[in-house]
């Protein structure tokens, strides 16, 4: 099988004789003309690329009846439907050294189930979505997980029956990076694998097949970094004004102001300073004027009484 191919489906023959594995859609080779087998393609479909981060990608399994003549001619029962989102390798199933789980997570419906799709053998016509399948846990080492109907078997009618296949929908969310299932082609490519179990009741078989996808890393977006750069904002840009005031020489002088706006600015107020007033001259009285002649009567006692002191004082010496 070329590593390449998108989709590869396997058969492997179990018969009375020894059974090989057969090629695409179950080329068989058998020791013995007179035996013919019975076979399951199994085709993982995936988007040929898809992105880290990627969310609800709807993937699905299809497995068809590929017997050959005389197993041909009856239905086949399936069973441990299972499946491997990410293998280094094509190989199924995933050999050891080759796992690479935690590439994709494998989910359902809202309703937390595959659905089996109408129109095919998984899905009854006359109800829309077919059969559900319970999903079980990824295998730790592998990833593998198994669809479980919810109830019956899935059954595939002969290939030229009207139902000969099952397609299983379901969804995956691409986490991680895979480690790189082929290194000649660019980006990394992982192998979703796939196997079945089949029976007439009789005979059985095992199907297996694989496909091959290619991830990449996410676009690293663009961001705007916040800067610190000044943005211009609208302003009132200040007016000069001119603003008189009086100083205390009474020569106005212009005082810019850079105000938004005409403001008052305080002015000093003169005050006059006080002057002080000479003593008040004391009034005379006239002569003639009855305190006039008391001053003069008072004056005259006055000047006798010291004239007597005087001639005493004399006399006595």
Not at 140 to 145: M, Y
Request: net charge neutral; hydrophobic share 30%; charged share 10%.
């Amino acid at each position: 099988m070329c590593r390449s191919d998108r989709t590869l489906w396997r058969t492997v023959t179990m018969l009375p004789t020894t059974a090989v594995l057969s090629t695409v859609l179950s080329a068989f080779l058998v020791n013995s003309p007179a035996f013919a087998g019975i076979g399951v393609g199994v085709a993982p479909t995936y988007p040929p690329l898809v992105v880290v981060g990627n969310t609800n990608l709807a993937v699905s399994l299809s497995l068809t009846n590929v017997s050959t003549a005389p197993e041909s001619g009856g239905p086949i029962t399936l069973s441990l439907i299972r499946h491997t989102p990410s293998c280094v390798s094509d190989t199924t199933p995933c050999l050891p050294g080759d796992e690479d789980p935690g590439v994709f997570l494998v989910k359902g419906f809202p309703d937390g189930k595959a659905h089996g799709r109408a129109g095919t053998a998984c899905g009854d016509p006359n109800v829309p979505g077919g059969m559900n399948f319970t999903i079980g846990p990824p295998n730790a080492t592998t990833g593998e997980v198994e669809f479980i109907p919810d109830s019956g078997n899935v059954i595939l009618t002969s290939p030229s029956g009207a139902f000969p296949s099952c397609t299983i929908d379901f969804f995956v969310d691409v986490l991680k990076l895979p480690r790189d299932g082929d290194p000649v082609q660019p980006n990394a490519q992982t192998h979703q694998l796939g196997r079945v179990s089949a029976t007439t009741g009789i005979v059985s078989a095992t199907g297996t097949g694989s496909g091959l996808t290619t991830v990449v890393a996410p676009t690293p977006t663009p961001t705007n970094t916040p800067t610190n750069t000044p943005t211009p904002t609208p302003t009132n840009t200040p007016t000069p004004t001119t603003t008189r005031t009086n100083t205390p020489t009474g020569t106005p002088t212009s005082t810019p102001t850079s105000t938004p706006t005409r403001t008052s600015t305080p002015t000093p107020t003169l005050t006059p300073t006080p002057t002080p007033s000479p003593p008040p001259i004391p009034v005379v009285p006239s002569p003639t004027s009855p305190a006039g002649i008391v001053l003069i009567l008072g004056l005259s006692l006055s000047i006798g009484w010291m004239l007597r002191r005087v001639g005493r004082a004399a006399g006595s010496r």
